[in-house]
């Protein structure tokens, strides 16, 4: 028979004589910039008590290209493939946001064909769906739950390859065009887009059986990274970041761009701010979005493969360029086409702002314009700069396990947040 | 009236030495505040009395060969009325300071050194203005009209440097307003100028 022996555990109020010792320097760690929960290039300088947070200073800049820089050297055309790698999770979103900036700039905004809408809102939905996807697979990864960044990698991968037949490239879109789109959908497409969304809502509720009543998953969530509501709109914060701590601000909802207000659509709202709730808030939002495209693919003008060769870009020599089959043979076509090249459309002078409701907030364009085809100055609005400049006061307080939920639950991009 | 240009006049209507006629382009209402280093006074007053509680962008403009150099654009948003409202100052580049709203929207505080790191524009009261995008010790402002497309070479030891990109002789842009078809054309751009 095994040997008994007796330990003694002392009661808490003698180990506070122990943990006195403990209580020297504090310790700092440096998180980031290349850690795999800070999801691209933020570093994060913690100074820890323990394992309690009792400073933290985000340092970003690392992906810091000048986008705004280069903006101001090129003509509007030539700013779209940059805005691809803003939010490179959702670029199809990026697309339509810039475009529809620079076209509330020239006063065409509400002349674009309803064809052209209808196909752009089922880019910025899909690009929703996307984005989401990767923002809640890797969240619960990095707080330990494998399995659903599988199943939501692969319906991903299925926007990809809608992405790759609509406009040519899976990553790196750069689907729209001042004035329109860059082309039509293909034939097939918008089948193939319908039978997607009957297949990613049951990868959706896959993905929710795996976590919303999943016992780790709510203690590792719940009441972590509290967000009030106050907090929320002193710092700026928007999209499902705002929603989560109960604001009902959506975009889409209070100002509808394209044609948001042909289409039901609910917005979801937390009540306590906490990461469980804006993982509520996206996975509810990826639904919507599903059912918005839903209704947009029943009503696109011109039907699925547009047998009546409706219009996607506003009719306008001025503001698209022509086709190239008339550039050799035509006279006005050709001056058109050489007057966008060299100078970019011709820009009125005067400032916008607009922002438009992407995956990770509101994505804004402030324009100011002196007239032709380069902005004087171009600043983007980008949602996750926002939403980070939170961490230096939520953090402290958390443990230092808490970091990665918080993080994850903000579901940033560097691209977009350092430009 | 509408809602947005009647919250501008609400405005205006408190600060009517300093706030000039409500502008409108687009849809969207701009009010110019004449001076910069009460713009504080005026964001506080919008965000108590006007409820523009969301402060959704803040931006500097460089207006190079103009007096005052500076522009310094805060946009405004509120939840519950759904409107938005532009606050437009200007800082003269000898200057080049004026007050802090991080002490109004938090929002403001990595925006402003944004701008500060941007542009060089200091803002008065601010408990962190540090470079946020470059790094502590980056010599130059890049959003400068004056600062080249391709950079300019910095070294700062053990920590980073910069070398002009090459751009072949580029931007090719054609620049709005030249005189003639020659001096707005593409190429005839030094990388400088």
């Not at chain 1, 310790?27 to 400073?55: A, C, F, Q, W, Y």
């Not at chain 2, 505040?33 to 403009?61: H, M, P, T, W, Y």
């Not at chain 2, 070294?155 to 751009?167: G, I, S």
């Not at chain 2, 090719?172 to 054309?185: K, L, Q, V, W, Y």
Request: glycine share 8%; hydrophobic share 40%.
């Amino acid at each position: 028979m095994a040997a008994v022996h007796e330990i003694s555990v002392k009661d808490t109020a003698a180990r506070a004589d122990d943990l006195r010792d403990l209580e020297g320097d504090r310790l700092v760690v440096n998180m980031g910039p290349s850690h795999p929960s800070t999801h691209g290039v933020l570093r994060i300088v913690i100074e820890l008590d323990g394992e309690t947070i009792t400073k933290a200073d985000p340092d970003i800049g690392y992906l810091h290209r000048g986008d705004e820089k280069i903006a101001e050297n090129m003509t509007w055309n030539q700013f779209i493939p940059y805005t691809d790698r803003l939010d490179y999770l959702a670029p199809l979103a990026n697309n339509v946001a810039y475009a529809l900036a620079v076209e509330k700039l020239m006063g065409i905004d509400d002349k674009l064909p309803a064809r052209c809408q209808y196909i752009r809102v089922i880019c910025c939905e899909l690009a929703r769906v996307s984005a989401h996807l990767l923002g809640l697979g890797a969240f619960a990864m990095d707080v330990g739950a494998m399995t659903v960044f599988l199943h939501t990698f692969t319906e991903r991968e299925k926007i990809y390859n809608l992405a790759e037949s609509l406009t040519g490239a899976r990553f790196t879109t750069s689907y729209t065009r001042i004035g329109g789109v860059l082309r039509d959908t293909p034939p097939g497409w918008c089948a193939a887009v319908q039978k997607f969304c009957d297949e990613v809502l049951v990868s959706i509720d896959d993905a929710e059986r795996l976590l919303t009543r999943n016992k780790i998953w709510v203690d590792r969530t719940k009441d972590v990274g509290i967000v009030s509501r106050e907090a929320a709109s002193d710092f700026g914060l928007t999209g499902p970041n705002l929603r989560g701590s109960g604001v009902d601000y959506d975009v889409r909802k209070a100002h509808p761009y394209l044609c948001y207000k042909d289409f039901d659509f609910d917005i979801p709202v937390g009540g306590v701010g906490d990461c469980y709730d804006r993982y509520l808030v996206r996975t509810e939002e990826m639904r919507q979005s599903v059912r918005i495209i839903r209704q947009a693919l029943q009503r696109i003008p011109g039907g699925f493969d547009n047998p009546s060769r409706e219009l996607v870009n506003v009719p306008d020599g001025k503001i698209v360029l022509p086709p190239k089959s008339k550039v050799l043979s035509g006279m006005e076509e050709l001056i058109h086409q050489f007057m966008l090249v060299t100078q970019g459309q011709n820009a009125p002078r005067g400032e916008v702002y607009f922002g438009a409701e992407n995956p990770k907030g509101e994505l804004g364009f402030y324009i100011n314009s002196r007239g032709g085809g380069t902005p004087h100055r171009l600043k983007i609005r980008a949602p996750s700069f926002c939403n980070l400049s939170i961490l230096s006061t939520l953090l402290p307080g958390n443990l230092m396990s808490d970091v990665v939920a918080i993080l994850g639950s903000f579901d940033f991009v560097m691209g977009e947040c350092d430009r | 009236m509408s809602k947005h240009l009647e919250l501008a006049q609400r405005l205006r209507d408190a600060f009517p030495d300093l706030i000039g006629a409500p502008t409108e382009f687009r849809g969207e209402v701009s009010l110019v505040v004449a001076d910069a280093e009460r713009i504080a006074d005026v964001c506080a007053l919008a965000k108590r009395e006007l409820g523009f509680d969301l402060l959704l962008d803040l931006s500097g403009v460089d207006n190079l060969g103009d007096d005052p150099r500076w522009d310094v654009v805060y946009e405004l948003y509120g939840v519950s009325h759904g409107c938005h409202l532009r606050l437009k100052t200007s800082v003269s580049e000898e200057k080049s300071e004026l007050p802090t709203v991080s002490g109004v929207w938090r929002a403001a505080d990595w925006h402003e050194r944004e701008a500060y790191d941007m542009m060089g524009i200091r803002f008065r009261g601010h408990t962190d203005l540090r470079r946020i995008l470059m790094w502590e010790g980056y010599p130059y402002f890049p959003l400068r009209k004056d600062f080249p497309l391709a950079g300019k070479p910095s070294v700062l030891p053990d920590t980073a440097f910069t070398r002009p990109a090459p751009l072949e002789g580029g931007p090719f842009i054609t620049p709005a307003g030249g005189r003639d078809s020659i001096a707005r054309e593409p190429r005839a751009r030094t990388p400088e100028s």
